[in-house]
């Protein structure tokens, strides 16, 4: 198969926090590449740095050491060929649900896309995402898995290159989560996005990942690259497999390892 082409290269990575206790390491000397119509899940111990690598690459904030690049040039902020989408902050509770898709439309497109054309593209994602009945509905009117629906909407109505996705299904239940699991490679499917994941589900990361990316305990490193073999489309019946079940089995092992060395690291603090 074709190798494709490299798009955001964290390259020797370090973060370091200051905190009231002092310089906190949280990331050190991580390089990894995401790739042209790669899906890669961050999975690890809480507080690994997970969502710090997420904020580089959205360009909410810089490494203190080495580069994130995207096309080869440093990220040096947010924008709308990245779109992020967090597990709590995904919708504005005083807008309407179409008002909700519209919004980053018009902050980015202005002038460059006509009412027409907003419109247009707002119908299709209330459409796509099965919302169409609750166009005027407030996201309080709204169920959890119809607002993560929604959230995804917002997310992809501008049509970023790149989604950038921080435990977004880690609220809802089990059916809703799988369904939104479908809806998500169903519209990855349609519209090739490349996409960076941070999942503490090692079962999500396997059934929605090309590659998954086992974090290591504080400062983080990368453990293991893991590259998941199935091909998409992918169907539920992949997760009854003995194949999917030993793969999720060995990185579920790995990150409980990387979890006690993190649980250990607490231990020994508390107790200087
Ligand atoms: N702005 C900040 N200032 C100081 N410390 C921070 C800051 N942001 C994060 N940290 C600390 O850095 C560490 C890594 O945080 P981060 O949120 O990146 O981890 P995570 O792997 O995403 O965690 P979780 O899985 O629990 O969401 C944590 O110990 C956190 O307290």
């Given at each position: 198969m074709?190798?494709?082409?490299?798009?955001?290269r964290?390259?020797?990575?370090?973060?370091?926090?200051?905190t009231p206790a002092g310089?906190l390491?949280v990331?050190?000397?991580?390089s990894f590449s995401?790739?042209?119509?790669?899906?890669?899940?961050?999975?690890?111990p809480?507080?690994?740095?997970?969502?710090?690598?997420?904020?580089?690459?959205a360009g909410?904030?810089?490494p203190t050491?080495?580069a994130?690049?995207?096309?080869g040039k440093p990220i040096?902020?947010p924008g709308?060929d990245?779109?992020?989408?967090?597990?709590?902050?995904?919708?504005?509770p005083?807008?309407?649900v179409?008002?909700?898709i519209a919004?980053?439309l018009?902050?980015?497109?202005?002038?460059k896309r006509?009412a027409?054309?907003k419109?247009?593209?707002?119908?299709?994602y209330?459409e796509?995402?099965g919302?169409?009945?609750?166009r005027?509905a407030?996201?309080?009117m709204?169920?959890?898995?119809?607002?993560?629906?929604?959230?995804?909407?917002?997310?992809?109505?501008?049509?970023?290159?790149?989604?950038?996705?921080?435990?977004?299904?880690?609220?809802l239940d089990a059916q809703t989560?799988?369904?939104?699991?479908?809806?998500?490679?169903?519209?990855?499917?349609?519209?090739?996005?490349t996409?960076?994941?941070?999942?503490?589900?090692?079962e999500e990361?396997?059934?929605?990942?090309?590659?998954?990316?086992v974090?290591?305990?504080r400062?983080?490193?990368?453990?293991?690259?893991?590259?998941?073999?199935?091909p998409?489309?992918?169907?539920?019946?992949?997760q009854?497999?003995?194949e999917?079940n030993?793969l999720?089995?060995?990185?579920?092992?790995?990150v409980m390892?990387?979890?006690?060395?993190?649980?250990?690291?607490?231990?020994?603090?508390?107790?200087?």
């Amino acid at each position: 198969m074709q190798e494709s082409k490299e798009r955001i290269r964290f390259d020797n990575v370090s973060m370091q926090y200051q905190t009231p206790a002092g310089p906190l390491e949280v990331v050190r000397q991580m390089s990894f590449s995401v790739n042209q119509g790669d899906f890669i899940s961050l999975v690890g111990p809480s507080g690994c740095g997970k969502t710090t690598l997420l904020n580089m690459a959205a360009g909410f904030i810089r490494p203190t050491s080495g580069a994130v690049l995207l096309d080869g040039k440093p990220i040096t902020g947010p924008g709308p060929d990245r779109g992020v989408m967090f597990q709590e902050y995904g919708v504005f509770p005083w807008l309407t649900v179409e008002q909700n898709i519209a919004f980053g439309l018009n902050l980015k497109a202005g002038g460059k896309r006509s009412a027409q054309a907003k419109k247009e593209i707002v119908d299709r994602y209330l459409e796509l995402m099965g919302l169409s009945s609750f166009r005027k509905a407030y996201p309080k009117m709204l169920s959890g898995g119809m607002r993560q629906r929604l959230a995804l909407a917002r997310t992809y109505a501008v049509h970023p290159e790149f989604v950038l996705m921080d435990e977004p299904f880690g609220a809802l239940d089990a059916q809703t989560r799988s369904a939104m699991h479908d809806l998500l490679l169903e519209v990855l499917h349609a519209e090739g996005k490349t996409v960076l994941l941070i999942t503490h589900s090692v079962e999500e990361a396997v059934y929605l990942s090309n590659k998954v990316l086992v974090i290591s305990a504080r400062p983080s490193r990368i453990q293991e690259v893991v590259d998941i073999p199935f091909p998409y489309p992918r169907q539920h019946t992949l997760q009854d497999t003995a194949e999917f079940n030993a793969l999720r089995a060995r990185i579920h092992h790995q990150v409980m390892r990387e979890y006690a060395a993190q649980e250990a690291q607490a231990s020994a603090g508390n107790a200087n």
